[in-house]
């Protein structure tokens, strides 16, 4: 276990914290005006191994070698100047920390974004030491500065990463739909009708990791997912984004507990590990594998079964129900993979320079409209206008790379 101290004065700034996988969902927008909660589970820490957080520089102020060379491959709005390393972790474990005053940044609508740099300064010696994030539409985190603290090891040692037969037995998985709240409504937090029931913002963020390896397995074919959610998360996407015609390509779940048929899948569905950040080995090295969170593979492989539907009538005296009221429904719109997330996986596969691949990503960016609020569904390509939100209203800043 490690704990991060200000490279000041040597103040401790967190609780002891073990390193996992940086969620794909680290740096999602969600939605407009949607309420997010803590993106890191308390104590745990992830590391963004890409440089993140201003300065920026536009595309046209980037040189396609120097790209290249950070690993992307076709354009973005801007890329960042910042220093490569930053760890997020939960607000709650942060410690000897105040936030300074008057520095909330530039971009933000109803908290703090992080935008303008740090925005949180270590309470010994007031070096800024961290962003601290709690904007509508973004996950809350707090985003230590990696020229500004240090990590050290502390007495005791991490366990051991679950293996893969206990990860599926522990049976951790990442529900595919679920409540969303509304940021400032009138009823209260209490009230039912501060939620709407929607597509995970997760599954959103994954499928769009997901989708860009998809396509790049394609090699340019129609691409078959198993039946199923499987196929309502990924299919449509895939057959507004690839030709018809030439002979499907197969994907196949593949990981612990699923046997692969030897020989007849060409793509594999394969969990990342939640601990290591590690994508499940095949055994068959010719099919390209894709991956995905521990959490939405698991659902995915052994899906749950739906929510129990609460009993109707009245109930004996004395006996208290617990249950939410109305029943968990499904989400009415159909599901949309986050396109910005999408995006930036692209853009970092060097596959994206072959010209059929480079061709879908260009035609995304000028023809993919914001989602219709009444449909749900933006354009045909099963790609969303960075989550459930849509509509009308403040539009935040370009999304960067």
């Not at 963004?48 to 709005?77: C, F, K, L, Q, Y």
């Not at 530039?106 to 904007?135: E, K, M």
């Not at 051991?160 to 679920?178: D, H, I, K, M, R």
């Not at 004395?318 to 029943?327: E, Q, S, Y």
Request: charged residues 15%.
């Amino acid at each position: 276990m490690f704990v991060f101290v200000c490279a000041g004065c040597g103040a401790e700034l967190t609780i002891p914290l073990s390193q996992v996988a940086l969620p794909a969902h680290a740096h999602q927008e969600y939605g407009n005006g949607t309420q997010l909660p803590v993106l890191m589970e308390s104590g745990t820490f992830a590391v963004e191994p890409e440089p993140w957080g201003p300065p920026w520089r536009t595309w046209a102020e980037v040189s396609p070698d120097e790209a290249a060379a950070r690993g992307v491959h076709a354009p973005v709005h801007a890329l960042s100047d910042g220093a490569p390393g930053a760890t997020v972790i939960a607000p709650g474990d942060a410690r000897g920390t105040v936030l300074i005053p008057g520095h909330r940044g530039g971009g933000h609508c109803c908290g703090l974004d992080g935008a303008a740099g740090p925005n949180v300064a270590c309470a010994a010696c007031a070096l800024p030491v961290a962003s601290r994030i709690d904007d509508c539409s973004r996950w809350q985190a707090v985003w230590l500065a990696p020229t500004a603290v240090r990590r050290l090891r502390v007495d005791g040692t991490d366990s051991v990463p679950l293996s893969w037969a206990e990860l599926v037995a522990e049976g951790s998985g990442t529900p595919p739909f679920e409540p969303i709240a509304a940021w400032g409504s009138r009823l209260g937090a209490g009230h039912w009708s501060h939620y709407r029931w929607s597509w995970s913002p997760q599954w959103e963020a994954a499928a769009g990791q997901a989708l860009a390896h998809l396509l790049a397995a394609s090699q340019g074919r129609p691409v078959t997912v198993p039946d199923g959610l499987a196929a309502e998360v990924f299919q449509r996407a895939l057959d507004a984004l690839l030709p018809t015609g030439p002979p499907a390509r197969r994907a196949v779940l593949a990981g612990p507990g699923r046997p692969v048929p030897v020989g007849t899948a060409d793509i594999l569905l394969v969990p990342l590990h939640p601990r290591t950040g590690e994508a499940w080995a095949p055994d068959d090295p010719a099919a390209y594998p894709v991956p995905l969170p521990f959490g939405v593979w698991l659902w995915l492989a052994f899906p749950a079964a739906d929510p129990p539907v609460p009993l109707a009538g009245r109930l004996p005296d004395g006996v208290l129900r617990d249950d939410f009221d109305p029943p968990a429904p499904r989400p009415r719109h159909l599901f949309r993979a986050d396109p910005d997330i999408f995006r930036r996986t692209l853009v970092r596969l060097p596959d994206v320079r072959r010209p059929w691949l480079r061709e879908i990503l260009d035609d995304l960016r000028s023809t993919t409209p914001a989602p219709a609020p009444s449909s749900g569904v933006s354009g045909v390509s099963g790609l969303g206008g960075g989550g459930g939100g849509g509509g009308a209203g403040w539009r935040r800043p370009p999304r960067r790379g």
